[in-house]
């Protein structure tokens, strides 16, 4: 099977997995079944195994899984056993968010360098980093291989930011502002919709009659 | 066809839909069709007329749809055509950054309550509300009568907040902390993972060698 066949929906819910192997670990137990990972995760057993067999040879028919090995070859799988530095562009109060997230930084994405537009806030340190004028964004990161970008710009400078990290060796996007960035092949943008996210709830309320 | 039916996906991109109607009637343009909106969307026709026959009877065949028919409609569904009280608990850095998140405001999601376990916190001024005690959260969410809630606090404090504010009428809450809540049934949530996000970029990222 190739990999890149494997429906985005199976990649972001070995992140699930993930999560919920760390906790079945950490209570001391070492193996699991697809139906305990399928109940804690919300879905059926079936779609478990599909996903799994996805990404590997794991588990073994009536025995189930061993935790910890599961658990390790999903963090390798995802790229999350090593520490990966990651270029910021916007340093509002989204940006200011992100820099103090722990769940970035439990994953090993560490924020490097952080970039703005607002001469206000460029030279002003934050957490440790300078803020660099985001004209020199693409050389700095050349200069330090950073290969991750979040932007977390407003949408009227998220294209302009997007494209100077792309010169400069960016090849993948954590994108917060709500526009659909335009990049070249081979760069990967992965949207944050908070809107889309706000406007699910809205609809799910109005049908019920709630709001 | 019961509306409960409906793909999660579908309604997810009915979002999607909106913003690129709204694109379009702002370039001018009364008529759109199918396969334009797929495009922009980067979907296939197919999809985009399957998704919009969920919601309605929308489009003429060889004719397309109505632009701002079309907006509005979506719009009503997702119960956006009118002022959301919001409260937020949390006013840490990614409370803040949502209270000034212009893309809730634009949609009529109107924070009016803020909370904070935080004593230093408690008591300040943010955008003209007063962050308020949490402990004080059901009393005033009852007497607001406000329905959605967003979390923004640190995963060990979710919980909590999440009962009281549950305690108080709220019937859906938005939580970005990276916890699974539990919720009485007919109180919906809908998470925004962070992690799982930047997770799915590093997969990929790992799957080209590039991390």
Redesign the interface.
């Known amino acids: 099977m190739e990999?890149y066949k494997i429906p985005?929906r199976s990649?972001?819910r070995?992140?699930?997995y993930?999560?919920i192997l760390k906790v079945i670990m950490d209570a001391g137990f070492t193996t699991v079944s697809s139906s305990e990972l399928a109940e804690r995760a919300g879905l059926n057993p079936a779609q478990v195994r599909k996903d799994l067999v996805y990404f590997g040879q794991f588990g073994t028919p009536g025995m189930g899984y061993q935790v910890s090995t599961l658990h390790r070859a999903i963090t390798r799988?995802?790229?999350?056993h090593?520490k990966?530095p990651v270029a910021l562009a916007g340093a509002?109060?989204?940006g200011?968010?992100?820099?103090?997230?722990?769940?970035?930084k439990?994953?090993g994405?560490i924020i490097e360098s952080i970039f703005d537009n607002d001469p206000e806030k460029v030279g002003k340190m934050k957490n440790g980093i300078k803020i660099r004028n985001e004209k020199n964004s693409s050389s700095e990161i050349k200069d330090k291989k950073i290969?991750?970008g979040i932007i977390s710009t407003?949408s009227s400078a998220a294209q302009s930011i997007a494209n100077k990290l792309i010169e400069g060796g960016i090849?993948?996007?954590?994108n917060f502002a709500?526009i659909e960035l335009k990049v070249p092949s081979g760069i990967?943008v992965?949207n944050?919709?908070?809107?889309?996210?706000?406007?699910?709830?809205?609809?799910?309320?109005?049908?019920?009659k709630?709001?």
């Not at 090849?171 to 954590?174: E, N, R, V, Y």
């Not at 944050?192 to 019920?208: G, I, N, P, W």
Request: charged letters at 25%; hydrophobic letters at 45%; a positive charge.
């Open positions: 990999s985005k990649v972001e070995l992140s699930i993930k999560r799988i995802m790229g999350l090593k990966i509002g109060n989204l200011q968010a992100l820099l103090s997230y722990q769940g970035f439990d994953r994405f290969k991750v407003p090849k993948g996007i954590l709500p990967i992965v944050v919709a908070l809107c889309e996210k706000l406007e699910m709830l809205s609809y799910y309320l109005s049908k019920r709630i709001l």
